[in-house]
């Protein structure tokens, strides 16, 4: 013990002469120590070549990431996500020095190719979804395939492919290491490891991990935790750390018996402890179309801007603004879609649960127990049926829609597909086959809820040239100087993807005045209720939006910014866009119920709103009847944005939009967003648990029990 101490003491003044050593040259001689510590970087620069590039351009391609997706310069500065990923790129670099010499080029290009990867996949699905990519997305991959062309033609773009400097720079490094080695006759060690640099490396890499960790809010950590906000959770923990959580969150559904069924189940309880087992009110609504069949329409990519909007006198959507007058028009609407975009809203809408925050509910959750539409309304008595002109298997359709209640799936294997439009068969060939099937499930004298998925109006919106003349230009009759009169035309949003857009929003709004004509023809209008609904947005650029609400036709550009008519389109606005169109429809609509609702509504709303129509009750919904909400409403996002009558609030940002010139609290916005995450946490629990089946499996129990004991009695 003795010498253990003494070892101890000689070595405490050793270093402390040392460290006095070192402090005397520099008094003596500054200028010389400065020039040995730059001689001491250069030779351990020169010395570890391949490990300094590999680690300095991947940093510099997870920044140039966070830039080019979420375009703010401050992310170029923010220390928090750099650190992070500094913290990834050492570690998986300092193992590069527990393997052999000969090797050690081959793993750093192969582990550089892989993280570049993840860089350039992350930068294409952002560019599209406006998110980044989920392992557990996977397995929706080969959709893809069918929207191959709206990514070549609309996402991919050359900056994606910036990301391959890290390899590029390897290589290129280990072929100048290669020829100065040989030049100056360095032989290398090639069994040689490193151990003492690898622990040291590692060591700096878990101190700027120890250094994210510390600097963590609870917010952050409480947001890391729930994987749902990945644009969030990129900014402040960086590209790969969101990666390998991302990993772990996937595999939840798979250890969803071994960890948080619990917590899960007990959360799930508190929620809907207070929901009543049956509906409790009464509106002027209540059982107004009991028995009444109903057909909705999933109107693909429909925006409710195009509602109104008219180029040179014409409407972009005639029908559509026709149909809105005779409705109850609901013109504050939100769709509420995650990575599963149209499978999302459909499943949203038919059970008034949220998409999950990993995978799709489509493709990962398929075997869970839903209450939905139709399987209530076939309580009832009704036939239950979907149409969709694409692939059955596409989104998992032909099982998932079997899942929901639906009787049967016509999918594209029941169609002639005499026409082609961009997906598939065109919207105007589909609904006039359509008609010829609801006409024969509505001559069997029972009453039906068919849901009716269009296709034409979907990305890349490249075929104009099958969609009818629609300019989109600016035309304009001037004098001349000679007196005579003619038409000149201004470019505007023509060869624009807003533009072509538009053209393919005209067709399909012509395809479903054709449609609604034929169900009129055939009288199934008579007794039948439409229900329209765009699925989600466009996912169209905001530079685009800017030109179609500031074109300046003098230059062909925009007007000034300082002009009182320019209208500028910020994160926020570029947001609230996103409405898409919701309407009720039926002959008593047009006869005496017409109006417009203004509040704020969501996908989940539907089922409840419907359900107080048709006099059905989902005790698992999440949204509310739209006619007996008293006065705010909440619509939430996957993302935990949200949106109220008075804000429009940015979960990444913790900022909000006022949308009302009244006072916003801080209370109102905190309980606001108290109440996102719960529902965003019970929604979630509710479907990778499996808690209805649950649920219902325990009441079922429980009054088993109830009735051997009065058997007893």
């Not at 570049?116 to 929706?140: E, G, R």
């Not at 609509?589 to 129509?613: A, C, Q, R």
Request: neutral net charge; charged residues 25%; proline residues 3%.
């Amino acid at each position: 013990m003795n010498k253990l101490k003494n070892k101890f003491k000689n070595l405490k003044k050793k270093s402390v002469n040392k460290i006095k050593h070192t402090f005397n040259n520099i008094k003596k001689n500054p200028k010389g120590f400065m020039i040995k510590i730059i001689n001491s970087s250069i030779e351990i620069v020169k010395n570890n070549m391949l490990f300094f590039i590999f680690a300095i351009t991947l940093l510099f391609n997870t920044i140039l990431l966070r830039y080019f997706t979420i375009h703010t310069v401050e992310n170029l500065l923010l220390l928090k996500p750099i650190l992070a990923d500094s913290a990834i790129i050492l570690a998986v670099g300092g193992f590069g020095y527990l393997i052999k010499e000969k090797n050690r080029f081959s793993y750093f290009l192969i582990a550089s190719i892989i993280m570049s990867a993840i860089c350039i996949i992350n930068s294409i699905y952002y560019t599209f979804y406006t998110s980044y990519v989920s392992i557990s997305l996977l397995s929706t991959s080969k959709y893809l395939g069918a929207v191959g062309d709206a990514v070549f033609e609309n996402v991919l773009k050359l900056r994606d492919f910036v990301y391959i400097i890290s390899p590029v720079c390897i290589i290129i490094t280990y072929i100048f290491i290669k020829k100065r080695n040989k030049k100056l006759n360095v032989k290398i060690n090639k069994n040689e490891r490193s151990k003492s640099k690898a622990l040291s490396i590692i060591t700096v890499a878990g101190i700027s991990a120890f250094f994210v960790l510390t600097a963590l809010t609870p917010t952050e950590i409480s947001r890391f935790a729930k994987q749902w906000n990945r644009e969030y959770l990129v900014m402040r923990f960086g590209i790969f750390t969101y990666q390998i959580n991302d990993v772990i969150q996937s595999v939840q559904p798979q250890l969803t018996t071994l960890f948080g069924y619990d917590n899960a189940m007990k959360n799930f309880k508190e929620y809907y402890q207070n929901v009543p087992d049956t509906q409790e009110y009464k509106n002027k609504y209540t059982n107004k179309f009991k028995g009444k069949n109903i057909i909705a329409i999933h109107a693909e990519s429909m925006q409710s801007f195009v509602i109104g909007l008219k180029f040179n006198g014409e409407e972009v959507t005639p029908n559509l603004n026709k149909l809105a007058k005779k409705s109850l028009y609901f013109s504050n609407f939100y769709s509420q879609v995650s990575t599963g975009t149209s499978s999302d809203s459909e499943f949203t809408l038919n059970t008034s649960l949220m998409p999950t925050s990993t995978g799709t509910a489509f493709v990962s959750y398929y075997e869970r127990e839903y209450i939905s539409i139709p399987k209530l309304l076939k309580e009832q008595g009704y036939y239950a049926f979907s149409m969709h002109g694409n692939n059955g298997s596409y989104w998992n359709r032909d099982i998932m829609h079997e899942s929901l209640g639906y009787d049967k799936f016509y999918s594209k294997s029941s169609y002639e597909i005499d026409e082609v439009i961009g997906l598939g068969i065109s919207d105007k060939s589909f609904f006039k086959q359509s008609i010829e099937k609801i006409k024969k499930i509505n001559d069997g004298n029972k009453p039906f809820y068919g849901t009716v998925i269009m296709l034409t109006n979907h990305t890349p919106f490249a075929e104009t040239e099958k969609y009818g003349d629609f300019p989109v230009d600016i035309k304009e009759e001037i004098t001349n100087e000679d007196g005579t009169k003619e038409i000149i035309s201004h470019p505007y949003m023509e060869g624009t993807k807003l533009g072509n857009y538009l053209k393919s929003v005209h067709y399909a709004d012509a395809a479903l005045g054709e449609f609604l004509e034929g169900l009129e023809d055939e009288g199934i209008m008579d007794n039948t209720v439409i229900v329209l609904y765009g699925d989600h947005d466009a996912r169209l650029p905001k530079t685009d939006f800017k030109k179609l609400f500031n074109y300046d036709k003098e230059t062909d550009g925009l007007i000034s910014s300082d002009d009182p008519n320019y209208k500028d389109i910020d994160s926020y606005q570029t947001e609230l866009l996103r409405k898409v169109p919701f309407l009720i429809y039926s002959k008593e609509t047009e006869k005496s119920l017409h109006k417009e609702i203004t509040t704020v509504m969501g996908m989940y709303d539907v089922m409840p709103t419907l359900g107080n129509m048709f006099g059905f009750y989902n005790k698992y919904q999440l949204g509310k009847d739209i006619f007996q909400t008293k006065g705010d409403n909440i619509v939430v996002f996957p993302s935990g944005n949200f949106v109220t009558n008075k804000i429009y609030y940015n979960s990444q940002k913790t900022a909000y939009l006022s949308l009302k010139d009244t006072e916003i609290t801080e209370e109102y916005v905190k309980e606001c967003t108290n109440y996102a995450d719960k529902l965003l946490k019970v929604s979630n629990s509710l479907i990778v648990f499996d808690l209805i089946k649950k649920d219902q499996e325990l009441l079922d129990s429980n009054e088993d029990y109830v009735d051997e004991r009065n058997i007893e009695q």
